[in-house]
């Protein structure tokens, strides 16, 4: 197993800091400005989770709020809440986890006979679980950091990589992409349009080509011409396939030779994911030492509650949050919106 | 695949056959415990709902069979309503009377719209069917580009032009009329269910080009979200059947279940690797009994079938009934066996294949070996390994470049292999289901038994 990489010597996060606990009822204009935005960016088209995945829900009955008008709590309160969650992809063992404590403070007449109080409690436990992770995107000043990018097949790697390197062209810090999938047909091309809107390089291999040797092509590449920052990108590999997942340790090794360093290695998952989310960062994290997850696709109908359960199962923190097709789409992970949504 | 699901039932079952009689505490304990794998599985709530209720209410008495001791009838229910969910019967297509026929694909970014069609159109001309492919998909950077590098790979022509999705997509229908092509497949962007500018989109692409099929591509690892996305495109499209990708992984299956029960339409075709081969028709009743820990013996000898030449196939089943089956017949077995793609998948489908097994991953470098030192032997030897003495055994070694100890391995291997095959009446298995399948309810329910005392 690949040492987990140690802590960067600057933690320069590219996007803005996680926004400070906010109460509940937050309005939107606060939280725009908690969000310190790159001037390319225009704050206004900024988006946010519940503002796109409201959109979304709408559409479909809301459980959680059949819970609020409940008149007490008793067992069919629990119950209702405990398909709510399923339904958010939560899990039964992390849903278990979360209500069993309630369930004590009930049986101890410490929880008050109101379901809204509950809720509160429930969503405070929740955000509680993200408490204390560390959502920075590390980089080192003195050598060529690289982001590796994994993931199965059609998460959105190479989407988030160009959302990122359109971020990091318009803060005016350099990039280098490295095409580092070479199985897929085309997906050099897809990032090679990424590159020409976002305007940084991109270092290609032939179809079928190592990916080792186009993410070391492309370390080399960025440390001759002095861009401090490599997003690689691999191909899509299901986390069951063993000759795959030797690949991309053999992909981390070398990216981590002089003068790259691996600061990041970021698990993509599509929101739609169920339970298999967990298997999938269980894999992925024993093979290359994932530092963090992006969860995409989140303006979509999934609530991508299967986060909370590998954040409690593995305790890896969650990074990024993607809302869109847009490069600007691309946010930090606030556990309070993200909670916040997930029970809406 | 689909282990997670399979292996749950597989420890539930396997404590229910001990049993004598089942009471309503045990059927409780039943209901309660495949209500978590089913969940574990992402089988969206409704459905678990919908199937626990059908299941209790026949399990409580209702149809108490005389010849079957109560744990077969669970296992017998339980399939039953599994088999149900899953489709009931398969995805039949009838190609046009007036040609193209016309197959629209749609689905959420990243289910494998894209891969799929070039499956499909890998499947069409297995059929002896000539198709086109449509790239309709100028959202996603370079999936037209995708297409055709897919398209020339698995030999179909594919068509596309930078203007509209509607258009391309007529033009394409169109395109295949003129040049003589009798299918066309049509890739569409991927969307979500609720965009609706994109949504009416593909309901245009629908309009304008009349699919005789549309099938909705879906991830077999989503979760709740899989019933959400299957209404939506429903409403929107009035979907046909299902394709399912990414079955290779582990546990998945739910997907499977909770869109054909919402849908109402069969799973057709599953993507079970990367390679364009890796793909086949769906069959639930096959798929049922193999969440239920029976494997699938039936897609595996269709896909041998398929791929395998049946004399070799004959000779095999034939020894394998009389108890001979030989070193020779092994190798042979194994040369077939490469044609049909990775290991891993071939044993994912046969039955009584323990966990550790199915997730041992195999080394394909070691088959090499395994060749390497059956080669080396005598066609005596091959036939009676009893022979190898050994001077012999030195000799094979030698012979292949591996060690005494690899050829001492492969010989114990082979030996509880035939004591395996014997023992699980694989070779009566086999030899049952002849070259199709048999509805046949007795063939069916012996062959539970025999699962049944295998535990």
Request: aromatic content about 4%.
């Amino acid at each position: 197993m690949a040492p987990p990489p140690e802590p960067a010597s600057t933690a320069a996060p590219p996007l803005p800091p996680a926004a400070p606990p906010l109460p509940p009822a937050v309005v939107e204009a606060e939280l725009e400005e908690e969000l310190h935005l790159p001037e390319a960016i225009p704050e206004a088209k900024r988006p946010r989770v519940r503002e796109r995945v409201g959109r979304a829900r709408e559409l479909f009955a809301a459980p959680f709020a059949s819970i609020r008008r409940r008149a007490k709590i008793d067992e069919a309160t629990f119950e209702a809440l405990e398909e709510a969650l399923l339904l958010a992809d939560v899990g039964l063992p992390t849903t278990e986890r979360l209500l069993t404590p309630l369930r004590e403070r009930l049986a101890a007449k410490a929880l008050g006979d109101d379901p809204d109080a509950l809720l509160e409690a429930l969503k405070q436990d929740a955000t509680a679980l993200f408490a204390g992770e560390d959502r920075a995107l590390h980089r080192e000043s003195d050598t060529t950091s690289v982001w590796l990018f994994v993931g199965v097949n059609g998460v959105g790697k190479t989407t988030t990589i160009g959302k990122l390197a359109t971020f990091e062209k318009a803060a005016g810090r350099d990039v280098v992409l490295a095409a580092g999938d070479t199985f897929r047909a085309a997906a050099g091309e897809q990032l090679e349009l990424w590159g020409e809107r976002s305007g940084a390089e991109v270092v290609r291999g032939t179809e079928g080509a190592d990916p080792s040797s186009v993410v070391f092509d492309a370390i080399q590449h960025a440390a001759a011409k002095g861009a401090p920052l490599v997003l690689a990108d691999t191909a899509g590999r299901l986390h069951t396939k063993v000759n795959l997942m030797e690949e991309l340790r053999k992909v981390r090794r070398v990216a981590d030779r002089p003068p790259g360093k691996v600061t990041e290695v970021l698990l993509v998952l599509d929101a739609t994911t169920g339970q298999n989310g967990l298997a999938q960062a269980r894999q992925f994290t024993e093979a290359v030492a994932v530092t963090g997850v992006v969860l995409t696709k989140l303006d979509g109908s999934a609530k991508g509650g299967v986060v909370l359960a590998i954040r409690s199962e593995l305790g890896l923190p969650i990074k990024l949050v993607g809302l869109g097709e847009g490069a600007p789409d691309l946010v930090e992970f606030d556990p309070e919106e993200f909670v916040g949504a997930l029970f809406d | 695949m689909f282990e997670t699901l399979t292996d749950r039932f597989e420890g539930i079952l396997t404590r229910l056959r001990g049993r004598g009689r089942l009471g309503d505490a045990e059927i409780a304990e039943v209901l309660r415990e495949i209500r978590v794998a089913l969940l574990e599985a992402d089988v969206s709530l409704e459905v678990v709902r919908d199937l626990l209720e059908r299941i209790r209410e026949r399990c409580s008495g209702a149809e108490l069979s005389k010849s079957l001791t109560p744990a077969q009838q669970v296992i017998k229910v339980v399939d039953e309503e599994l088999t149900a969910t899953l489709g009931g019967e398969s995805f039949k297509l009838t190609y046009a009377s007036k040609p193209p026929t016309v197959v629209l694909l749609a689905g959420l970014q990243g289910a494998g719209k894209t891969a799929a069609a070039a499956k499909l159109a890998r499947w069409f001309k297995q059929q002896g069917r000539h198709p086109l492919l449509v790239g309709a998909d100028l959202q996603r950077p370079a999936a037209v580009e995708q297409l055709r590098v897919l398209g020339r790979d698995v030999g179909a022509a594919v068509f596309s032009e930078p203007t509209d999705p509607v258009a391309v997509a007529r033009r394409g229908v169109e395109e295949a009329v003129r040049v003589g092509r009798d299918v066309v497949v049509i890739d569409t962007a991927g969307r979500l269910a609720i965009d609706e500018a994109l949504m009416r989109e593909v309901a245009e692409v629908s309009a304008a080009t009349r699919p005789h099929y549309t099938l909705l591509v879906v991830d077999a690892m989503t979760g709740q979200d899989a019933v959400r996305t299957a209404r939506a495109f429903h409403e929107t499209l009035e979907l046909d059947g299902i394709i399912l990708t990414k079955v290779d992984g582990d546990a998945r299956g739910g997907a499977a279940l909770s869109v054909k029960q919402v849908v109402g339409k069969p799973v057709a075709f599953v993507s079970t690797g990367e390679r364009p081969a890796e793909f086949e028709p769906f069959y639930p009743d096959r798929m049922a009994s193999r969440i239920l820990g029976m494997g699938d013996v039936l897609s595996l000898i269709e896909k041998a079938e398929r791929e395998y030449d049946e004399d070799v196939a004959a000779k095999a089943v034939e020894r394998l009934r009389a108890g001979r089956f030989s070193l020779e017949d092994f190798h042979e077995q194994l040369q077939q066996m490469k044609k049909m793609g990775p290991l891993q998948n071939m044993l994912g489908m046969l039955p009584g294949i323990p966990k550790e097994v199915r997730d041992a991953g195999i080394d394909e470098s070691q088959v090499s070996r395994i060749e390497a030192i059956i080669r080396s032997m005598t066609p005596q030897e091959r036939d009676d390994p009893s022979v190898i003495n050994g001077s012999r055994r030195m000799r094979i070694a030698a012979g292949s470049g591996t060690s005494t100890s690899d050829v001492n391995n492969l010989l114990r291997q082979f030996k509880e292999m035939q004591r395996f095959m014997r023992s699980s009446g694989m070779a009566g298995a086999l030899a049952r289901s002849g070259p199709r399948r048999k509805k046949k309810q007795g063939g069916r329910s012996s062959s539970r038994k025999g699962a049944g005392s295998r535990h």
